[in-house]
């Protein structure tokens, strides 16, 4: 890590900085970031009297220029500069509402050098090093500024976040209905009954074993063979929701797992004490303290076997929230909406080239075919085959336990030379697609992550759907390894595992009977909820007597993920794009006078060295009264702008001019000096 750079020493750097530039490039002052048109902040007066303070200071023993120290405020464009970028996105009521991007408050200068030698710090001089550092810092604040500034920008239109279609919410209402009926099975009241500290890192020792899949021991069902990748190709007009969806919505053919008859009897066929689906084991892993915000109810049921000796667990999906965003229940039906279409609609699969709708039946138990099958197991293996999904059963151990994990697939991802790949579906919702794709967040990397962990040999399929219109805009493929990439140090997975470590070990202590095992939003540790006896006391919970899914007004704002602003200009990653020169008037409006510093010509004072207009006497001046009717001449039109000054080479090298003289030639004749002083005027962007 770099070391850290006195404030005092930054900004000595940084006046020398600017004074070397301005001596030989003309740069001009640096430019800090102003807030854009429609969440634009009024300064106050210390601010304002702090920028007047900044920009009062002069340095430069070559010239004097008007500069800002590091960290300094300007409210107004810097002298010279482009425009800002300008946008535009849609709000809900189909109004378009523009925005202009800041300007970054690091000087161009410092970008490329930034940029230069971010992969050579070691190799640079001590006060080379003290600018890098001074960089880095001012980078680091200006990514969290960036992250700000579009967090107020969609803070302003909180509509867009509340929006969703009809479809959508009687699709989700759908869902809710099913899980209710199954909640109605399970005790109304429950009280609280101990509690589980989580932990914030590892701890040596602390965990005995590790969580390890260790065999896939029975399936139900088909698995769609995927040729493609792509989620769009499956989707009718990539609508998360199709017309035909809607019309065969139907109850899920998969029991739950406390009424999962085939999960009892592979239970007691591979001895183990603790059963569970891949949701529940999902959400118990994620427990890390960057995802203490992501609150859940598991319903467990604890009971002995038929010699009342060995305790059998079970753990079952996560209940639904009593409410939730918008956000959260669109990424639900995303994601319930692609895998419907996929596995039950074989038929919509057709829309794109190429896309085989076949099904390869899965590998089915013994427990599942002949004398030895029951006929709640025989019924259940029926359902999941006419419905076109598919059931998988594993073990897993955890130290001294041995663990039945329940889950499902996608389908089956074509490769090559045997290297076929189970698919896994999720969803994320955009609504900076007018800047960009959002960012990852914790609870969503370690959302997939723990997806893939619990899923053996598959690669996550991302769905990127638009928010406004409901569609698959984009499909991401990763493995746990691309996750890994992507998380670099924002969360430790293995905290998780601990976690649930701890969990396994106070259900496994349970006496017979049900429970819930409640995580609250933002909490360290993990609520046991047991079955409430006697009536109600203030420390009951109901639960099945509430409403869940109802929708709130909470709203999620995640910045989109930064992209430089064009390639041909260096851009610290993470920061507003560096302010650029526009391109200068070579002639005066309406007049056919080359641009030129008056305050020069009357022999007054002007910027020196920094000032961005030619320096011109009258005699110099005098020369350039042809250089605008040539011009038009040689370009057939009136030119704005110049990225050279024509001129007469051979004039200018001393040697008689081919056209027989100033007058006859059709580029202007100019002296090295004079030529010298227009160049000015040609620097652009």
Not at 84 to 89: A, G, H
Not at 338 to 360: D, K, L, M, Y
Not at 679 to 685: E, H, I, N, Q, Y
Request: net charge positive; proline share 6%; aromatic share 6%.
């Amino acid at each position: 890590m770099a070391p850290a750079t006195d404030s005092s020493l930054a900004g000595l750097l940084d006046e020398q900085r600017l004074a070397c530039e301005a001596s030989t490039s003309g740069a001009r002052p640096r430019c800090s970031r102003e807030e854009s048109e429609g969440v634009e902040v009024a300064p106050s007066k210390r601010q304002r009297q702090h920028a007047a303070g900044a920009s009062s200071k002069t340095v430069s023993s070559q010239g004097k220029g008007s500069i800002t120290q590091a960290g300094g405020i300007r409210w107004e464009n810097p002298s010279g500069s482009a425009e800002r970028p300008s946008r535009l996105f849609v709000s809900s009521s189909g109004e378009l509402v523009p925005y202009k991007v800041p300007y970054s408050s690091i000087c161009p200068a410092d970008h490329a050098f930034y940029l230069e030698n971010a992969a050579r710090y070691k190799d640079l001089s001590p006060s080379e090093q003290m600018r890098f550092d001074d960089c880095h810092k001012r980078a680091a604040r200006e990514g969290e500024e960036r992250k700000a500034f579009f967090q107020k920008l969609a803070s302003q239109h909180p509509e867009r976040y509340h929006r969703h279609s009809a479809r959508a919410a009687e699709f989700y209402g759908s869902h809710v209905s099913n899980r209710v009926r199954e909640l109605r099975k399970l005790p109304n009241e429950y009280r609280v009954c101990g509690a589980v500290a989580l932990k914030c890192c590892r701890e040596m020792g602390g965990v005995q074993g590790l969580l390890q899949h260790q065999q896939r021991v029975c399936s139900l069902g088909s698995l769609r063979m995927m040729e493609r990748d792509n989620l769009k190709e499956y989707l009718p007009q990539n609508d998360i929701i199709g017309g035909e969806m809607m019309d065969r919505l139907q109850d899920s053919c998969v029991p739950p797992i406390e009424e999962d008859v085939l999960a009892t009897e592979l239970c007691k066929v591979h001895c183990a004490g603790v059963s569970m689906t891949s949701d529940a084991l999902c959400s118990l892993i994620s427990l890390v303290p960057e995802n203490f915000g992501s609150p859940w109810e598991i319903p467990v049921r604890v009971s002995l076997d038929e010699d009342q000796r060995t305790k059998q667990v079970v753990m079952g999906n996560p209940l639904p929230k009593y409410s939730l965003s918008a956000k959260e229940m669109l990424t639900q039906v995303a994601e319930a909406g692609i895998e419907n279409c996929i596995r039950n609609h074989p038929q919509q699969s057709q829309r794109g080239t190429g896309v085989v709708s076949e099904f390869q039946v899965c590998d089915a138990s013994k427990l599942c075919e002949g004398a030895s099958c029951t006929e709640g197991v025989r019924v259940l293996s029926k359902n999941v085959l006419e419905a076109s999904s598919n059931l998988f059963y594993s073990t897993w151990t955890f130290g001294d336990l041995r663990l039945l994990v329940r889950y499902s697939y996608l389908g089956l991802l074509k490769g090559t030379n045997r290297s076929d790949k189970y698919a896994c579906c999720s969803a994320k919702l955009e609504y900076s697609l007018h800047e960009n794709y959002e960012e990852y967040t914790v609870p969503e990397m370690m959302k997939w992550w723990s997806r893939l962990f619990v899923h053996p040999n598959s690669h996550l399929l991302l769905a990127r759907v638009e928010a406004e219109s409901e569609k698959v805009v984009r499909t991401e493929r990763m493995n746990r390894a691309t996750i890994d990439a992507c998380r670099s140090n924002k969360f430790n997975p293995e905290i998780g595992v601990e976690n649930f470590y701890g969990i396994l070990q106070h259900v496994m202590t349970l006496p017979q009977g049900s429970y819930i095992l409640s995580h609250r939003r933002g909490e360290n540790r993990v609520l046991c909820l047991s079955e409430a006896r006697g009536g109600s006391d203030k420390g009951t919970i109901a639960c099945t007597s509430k409403p869940r899914g109802l929708l709130n007004r909470e709203i999620e704002l995640v910045p989109p993920a930064w992209r430089a602003e064009g390639p041909d200009q260096p851009q610290i990653p993470g920061t507003f794009p560096p302010w650029k020169q526009r391109g200068q008037w070579f002639f005066q409006k309406n007049k056919k006078v080359v641009r030129h510093c008056q305050a020069y010509l009357r022999g007054e004072a002007c910027a020196g060295k920094m000032c961005p207009l030619p320096h011109l006497s009258r005699q110099e001046l005098a020369q350039c009264e042809t250089v605008h009717d040539k011009c038009l001449k040689l370009f057939k039109k009136r030119v704005s702008h110049m990225k050279s000054v024509p001129h007469c080479f051979a004039h200018l090298k001393g040697q008689p001019c081919p056209f027989g003289g100033a007058e006859n030639c059709i580029y202007p004749h100019l002296s090295q000096r004079c030529l010298e002083e227009l160049s000015k005027l040609c620097r652009g962007p």
